[in-house]
């Protein structure tokens, strides 16, 4: 399973910003894409996943209403839509081929990052 996201940059506070991945390989629909993002200095984040048929989307509570995750199945890429982003939003963001077990989800494969920098 390769991932590659795409889409990061610099945006002022408020405005929005999408993300990409773009996924191949034999067996990546058999996960849920995620998002993660990590801050300097923090612990890496999960923001969300959804699985490729486009059901049972999840969003973390500190970026829920403002956050939307998405597939396009046809096209082997998902979207992180983000809006009304802030300074706090700022980080690397990755997105992960994913399952659950144990009670929480895992990171199988990565992609890797790429900068999100929300300026005030």
């Known amino acids: 399973v390769q991932l590659q996201a795409s889409g990061g940059g610099l945006v002022q506070a408020g405005g929005s910003l999408r993300l990409s991945c773009a996924a191949s390989?034999?067996?990546?629909?058999?996960?849920?894409v995620g998002w993660f993002r990590q801050a300097p200095g923090k612990e890496r984040e999960f923001l969300g996943n959804i699985r490729w048929s486009g059901d049972d989307t999840y969003l973390a509570d500190s970026v829920k209403g403002r956050f939307i995750i998405s597939v396009d199945n046809a096209k082997n890429t998902a979207w992180l839509q983000m809006n009304s982003l802030i300074p706090e939003d700022t980080a690397v963001y990755y997105c992960a081929a994913t399952y659950f077990s144990f009670g929480a989800w895992h990171a199988a494969f990565w992609g890797q990052g790429t900068q999100v920098t929300v300026s005030s």
């Open positions: 390989g034999r067996t990546f629909q058999n996960f849920a």
